[in-house]
């Protein structure tokens, strides 16, 4: 079982930076693919960016790539997204999610979610 907190979201202009973190508590944190969603209003969760247990592997939305990044710190039992460039068609609620298995873009392959932290881009 694996309970996870999102955290930094908050209002930034578009431009600017934003880190947000997902804080996970719970059994083998280090056994499991990580990922972020993000929901923007009206409109359905999309896949962001997913991370391998080891920190290996990740992969990346084509509308973030080259903007975010992804990390983790398994001895914390953190993930970092790191948001760089931001956009206003970045707002959205950010969710947090682990698979104890390997990255899938896939929400229905996620077991666990946290419950999501407000990113708001202004123009």
């Known amino acids: 079982q694996v309970q996870l907190v999102e955290s930094g979201g908050g209002l930034v202009q578009a431009g600017g930076p934003l880190r947000l973190s997902c804080a996970a508590s719970?059994?083998?944190?280090?056994?499991?693919?990580m990922a972020w969603f993000r929901q923007a209003p009206g409109k359905e969760r999309d896949f962001v960016v997913a991370?391998?247990?080891?920190?290996?592997?990740?992969f990346y939305a084509d509308s973030v790539k080259g903007r975010f990044t992804i990390s983790r710190d398994n001895a914390r039992n953190l993930a970092y997204l790191q948001m760089n460039s931001l956009k206003p068609e970045d707002t959205a609620v950010y969710y947090c999610?682990?698979?104890?298995?390997?990255?899938?873009?896939?929400?229905?392959?996620?077991?666990?979610w946290g419950q999501g932290t407000q990113v708001t881009v202004s123009s």
């Open positions: 999610a682990a698979r104890n298995g390997v990255i899938s873009t896939l929400q229905r392959e996620y077991g666990y």
């Open positions: 719970g059994r083998a944190f280090n056994s499991y693919a």
């Open positions: 991370i391998s247990w080891s920190g290996g592997t990740t």
